[in-house]
């Protein structure tokens, strides 16, 4: 069943299209078969909120895309007379545990969650949903999708494929490749396998795959040490344009002629893309429609409305052809 929680007055139309609603699924790739397409006009966009509405949302560690994700549900929010209070958990899961209990306290109509630890956030589910708030879960899911009411990420298997696809492109010879990934993030599993499975039988050979914790420095680190062992390696697969970064800072230390990949379409993968470097290709996603997605669907479920369990925003490539249309900020 899905959970409704109603606030009463609220009994708006909503100016979205969306699919019917979606099941969980346990698989990681479950969200790729979903594609959804949200077409809202901020200006002519109307809630009958009461207003004064307070909503929580929290992410593991700082970054331009969350902030992003923040800002794009404050301007609906703010439409509405309603508040969002938005809270850095600093990749600290005790932390978060602690924005979560004052959220309640706060008595928030709705959490956005963002998890520091896809295992680790249980007790919080487990208590916003004794408290019976709405979860909306956001870009990387908890193991317990059973106890959210919506899951909104980006098609985060279809990003590692187009990854894949890009690299199967510009090395159609194969060669020996590396993977940059982030195992405590459901985003980065989802990633990762998308791109291990699109080149599965083909002639590329995974010599080494590290943690990089989805950060520059260690993704520098990790590249460092990689292609010291490894110094005829041809590409490296981030699973995000962070650990890209650090990628593409070792591989021009070492004057290798590898290339990388990453996911995200932020302003400085672009910046590296732009360059003609190493850095060839981001799978971009869209902050901005993820955070009116995630609002809008805090809005239908406090409205008790019927509204999609699971949003899967499309993924696109960008690279050194169309990167000069996305270099202003986050699409």
């Known amino acids: 069943m899905v959970k409704r929680v109603c606030f009463g007055v609220l009994s708006g139309v909503f100016a979205v299209s969306m699919l019917a609603g979606t099941a969980f699924a346990g698989e990681t790739e479950a969200s790729t078969e979903i594609e959804t397409e949200v077409a809202v006009d901020l200006d002519s966009y109307k809630i009958k909120s009461p207003g004064g509405l307070k909503f929580g949302y929290t992410y593991w560690a700082a970054s331009d895309f969350f902030s992003t994700i923040g800002e794009s549900m404050e301007e609906i929010a703010k439409k509405n007379g309603d508040e969002v209070i938005i809270q850095d958990a600093q990749q600290d899961q005790a932390k978060q545990q602690s924005i979560i209990e004052d959220f ?11 998890p520091v630890d896809r295992d680790g956030i249980e007790p919080a589910l487990d208590m916003l949903n004794e408290a019976n708030i709405p979860i909306i879960n956001v870009d990387t899911s908890v193991a317990s999708l059973d106890k959210v009411n919506s899951y909104v990420a980006s098609d985060n298997y279809g990003a590692g494929v187009l990854c894949a696809k890009k690299m199967i492109e510009l090395l159609p010879d194969g060669g020996d490749i590396a ?61 995000n344009d962070q650990c890209g970064q650090g990628a593409y800072a070792a591989i021009k230390e070492a004057d290798s002629k590898c290339i990388v990949l990453g996911v995200d379409g932020s302003p400085e993968g672009k910046e590296y893309i732009s360059e003609g470097g190493a850095f060839v290709a981001t799978a971009a996603q869209s902050p ?31 690279d050194k052809g169309n990167v000069a249309d996305y270099m202003d900020g986050w699409q």
Not at 181 to 203: E, M, Q
């Open 104 to 114: 309640v306290s706060q008595g928030v109509s709705a959490v956005f969650l963002n």
């Open 179 to 239: 993977i940059l990934d982030y195992p405590a993030n459901s985003a980065c599993l989802d990633r990762v396998k998308g791109f291990t499975d699109t080149i599965d039988g083909l002639n590329y050979t995974i010599v080494d795959q590290q943690d990089a914790q989805g950060k520059p420095d260690p993704g520098l680190e990790k590249t460092q040490d990689i292609l010291q062992a490894h110094p005829d390696l041809v590409a490296v697969f981030a699973c």
């Open 288 to 318: 901005i429609k993820i955070g009116q997605d995630s609002i809008i669907t805090a809005y239908q479920i406090l409205n008790g409305d019927d509204y999609n369990k699971n949003i899967a925003v499309p993924t696109f490539i960008i």
